[in-house]
């Protein structure tokens, strides 16, 4: 069973930085994209970022690009550093995983090409 579990979400103040991590397990994600959504209360899920199998590709919301910093670890493991955070990023953050091999380009920005999901980490921005 696959399993993508996130974690580093909590409260920081505006401004603030915080990183989250996701960690799959069950099979293999060492050739599959990996992205970041978000879904703040009443609002669509959003998109922030999302990485391509190699590491080598990158792609970010217009809202987060400069401030966001996606990467990868090891094949399972996937990273969002958040830098300069505002109060309208406030939000539940989730990981996911493309079940496909070799995503590139703009089909990571659509929630629609991940097939797995975790069940999300909240992140709270004071002002």
């Known amino acids: 069973q696959v399993q993508l579990v996130e974690s580093g979400g909590g409260l920081v103040q505006a401004g603030g930085s915080l990183r989250l991590s996701c960690a799959a397990s069950?099979?293999?994600?060492?050739?599959?994209?990996m992205g970041w959504f978000r879904q703040a209360p009443g609002k669509e899920r959003e998109f922030v970022a999302a990485?391509?199998?190699?590491?080598?590709?990158t792609y970010y919301g217009d809202s987060v690009k400069g401030r966001f910093t996606i990467s990868r670890g090891n094949a399972n493991t996937v990273y969002l550093q958040m830098n300069s955070l505002k109060p309208e990023e406030t939000a539940v953050y989730y990981c996911?995983?493309?079940?496909?091999?070799?995503?590139?380009?703009?089909?990571?920005?659509?929630?629609?090409?991940?097939?797995?999901w975790g069940q999300g980490t909240q992140v709270t921005v004071s002002s």
């Open positions: 996911a995983a493309d079940g496909n091999s070799y995503g590139t380009g703009s089909s990571l920005y659509t929630g629609a090409t991940y097939d797995y």
């Open positions: 069950g099979r293999t994600f060492s050739r599959s994209a």
């Open positions: 990485i391509s199998w190699s590491g080598s590709s």
